[in-house]
């Protein structure tokens, strides 16, 4: 069964950091375009970030240089660093594969979890 | 690249046809996809390449357009269906971005 389950999130506070992980099952998590996805509270869905290729990444405006995206693929699974958290970092934080097939659509998505950042 | 959906919010009844817009601010070809969102469950994808149908989506759902003007058009409004619906461009592999949302209510 193709699956992401997303774990990692919790409580903390402005300036901290803290890693999700995406564990992927039923395909290779270096076979498509890796995606994570944000929605704040009251807010629209927003790109965070993703990964293809080899090490190949991409970032929204508003997490680059604080945030990094990597994957194991030993352990079929995808990760996202973030530093320097800050109080509008606060969200539930989905991963999603991107199918090539289908025209990079985000056909695949965990359940979410969630990141609170706050003093 | 930004997407612009409209209208924010939309009331209807069961039984309506509701039509929603994107808008992309460059020639996305048709690399425009539509997700459905509902409180504390995942997005899931109705939609992609603009007008294709994902597999077990019901087919009062349907989506046009090219370039930069999309629709999403929804036939037969069914009581699961009022939820909130988004735009997604995949143009772009270095950068993806969404649309607003458009809040679909009962009336």
């Known amino acids: 069964e193709v699956q992401l389950v997303e774990t990692g999130g919790g409580l903390i506070q402005p300036g901290g950091s803290l890693r999700l992980s995406c564990s992927v099952s039923?395909?290779?998590?270096?076979?498509?375009?890796m995606n994570w996805v944000r929605q704040a509270p009251g807010k629209g869905l927003e790109w965070v970030s993703l990964?293809?290729?080899?090490?190949?990444?991409s970032y929204a405006d508003s997490v680059k240089g604080r945030f990094t995206v990597s994957r194991d693929n030993s352990k079929n699974t995808m990760y996202l660093q973030m530093n320097n958290l800050r109080v509008e970092d606060t969200a539930v934080y989905y991963c999603?594969?991107?199918?090539?097939?289908?025209?990079?659509?985000?056909?695949?998505w965990g359940q979410g979890t969630m990141v609170a950042v706050s003093s | 690249i930004q997407m612009a959906q409209s209208p924010p919010s939309l009331s209807a009844s069961v039984g309506d046809r509701v039509t929603i817009t994107c808008r992309a601010s460059q020639n996305i070809r048709t690399y425009l996809n539509w997700y459905q969102l509902k409180p504390g469950k995942a997005p899931k994808l109705l939609i992609y390449g603009a007008s294709s149908l994902q597999r077990d989506v019901p087919s009062r759902f349907s989506g046009s357009g090219s370039g930069t003007d999309f629709t999403l058009t929804i036939s037969g409004l069914q009581p699961d269906d009022f939820a909130t619906y988004y735009c997604q461009q995949s143009d772009s592999s270095l950068m993806y971005s969404f649309g607003q949302g458009t809040k679909l209510e009962i009336k």
């Open positions: 990964i293809y290729g080899g090490h190949t990444a």
């Open positions: 999603a594969r991107a199918n090539s097939g289908l025209y990079d659509a985000l056909d695949v």
């Open positions: 039923g395909f290779s998590v270096s076979s498509d375009y």
